[in-house]
Structures are given as C-alpha cells and as structure tokens.
C-alpha cells in the first residue's frame, strides 16, 4: 500500500473523494430526504432541496455542490493531520504489521480510522448543520452530534469494511502499480 508521504496522500484523496459522496447522498437521501420532502410537499429529494433553496449549513442555504467541496476539504484535511496517521499507529499498538497478515492488518486500520474519522466528521457536520436561526445551546450540540455518530457509525463501518476500502486499495494498485510498471520497462530499455 502507501510507501510514502505523496502516496499517502493520494490514497486519503481516493478514499474522501468516494467517501464524501457516499456522505452526502446518505445523509441528503436516506436520513433526511423523506423530511425534506415533507417539509416542501415536493416528490424527489433534490425537487424539494431546491424549493428549501439549498441544504442549510452554518445557518444559510448552500447548494449541494458547496456542501459537498466544503466536507470534501474538511474530510481531506482531517484524513491526513489525525485520521491516517493516528489510525496507523492505533493497529500497530494491537498487531505488529511485520507478524501480522496484511489483511487483518489492513482491516485494523479501517476500524480504527471509521473509530476516528466518524466521531470527528459527526461533530464537524453537528456543527455545520446546527439550526442556527433557533439560537446556539452547546447541549443541543452535542445531542445532534450524538445522534450523527448514532446514524453514521453503523454506514461508515459497512461502508469502508466492505465497500469503499476494497474499492479504493483495487484502485490504488492500479494506479500505482502500472506507474511503477512503467519506470522499471524503461529502466529495462536504458540497460539494454
């Protein structure tokens, strides 16, 4: 997997990219689409997202696409400072990765990183999202962030353990491994 600092990076790019949509599409459609639709009388999620004028985030109406960039940089950002390398380090103080196989290893370090990356984001979006317009209660805060991590811990781990993990490391190897490929044919065209 990852052997250096600019791999690690494209590898957390690869995994918020998916990630972050999976996100939002279950936080929009799955967990507060039937409200929305409710609220606005409208039949589709995304006709009734519109007609609210937007999805409320730091007390005004963005468009998905902002809502999406703005989790996308902070999932990005928190991914590399404390999800990756915390998470490494977390698998290492339960399985030594020289004894280990690399799939139960890989696996520990999935569990650790939704363990860290969920909490973190959950609170991250029960702040975004807090309804502002009813004034700011810090136990209002934490309920919402409670609630987030209650609906979201659950899809993060299915999700990353058998979904998007795979999918990533798949596309990863082939990302890396042709590059790799590639320079050692033309190391093997320069010797003959």
């Known amino acids: 997997m990852p052997q250096n600092q600019f791999q690690r990076m494209m590898f957390a790019l690869l995994t918020v990219i998916i990630t972050v949509q999976a996100y939002v599409f279950y936080s929009l459609y799955v967990i507060n689409g039937e409200t929305f639709m ?103 805060l934490l309920a919402n962030w409670m609630k987030l991590v209650c609906f979201n811990f659950p899809f993060a781990f299915f999700t990353q353990l058998f979904f998007i993990q795979p999918l990533v490391r798949t596309l990863f190897k082939l990302i890396f491994v042709r590059s790799g490929k590639h320079k050692g044919s033309s190391e093997q065209m320069s010797a003959a």
């Open 38 to 140: 409710a609220l606005t009388g409208e039949t589709g999620v995304i006709k009734a997202i519109s007609a609210m004028g937007g999805v409320s985030m730091f007390g005004h109406a963005l468009p998905i696409w902002a809502i999406v960039l703005i989790e996308f940089c902070c999932a990005y950002l928190l991914e590399n400072i404390i999800g990756s390398p915390l998470s490494f380090k977390l698998a290492c103080r339960v399985f030594d990765p020289k004894e280990t196989h690399p799939v139960l290893f890989e696996t520990a370090i999935i569990c650790a990183t939704v363990g860290i990356m969920c909490p973190a984001m959950s609170f991250l979006a029960a702040f975004m999202y807090y309804p502002y317009h009813h004034g700011f209660n810090f136990f209002t």
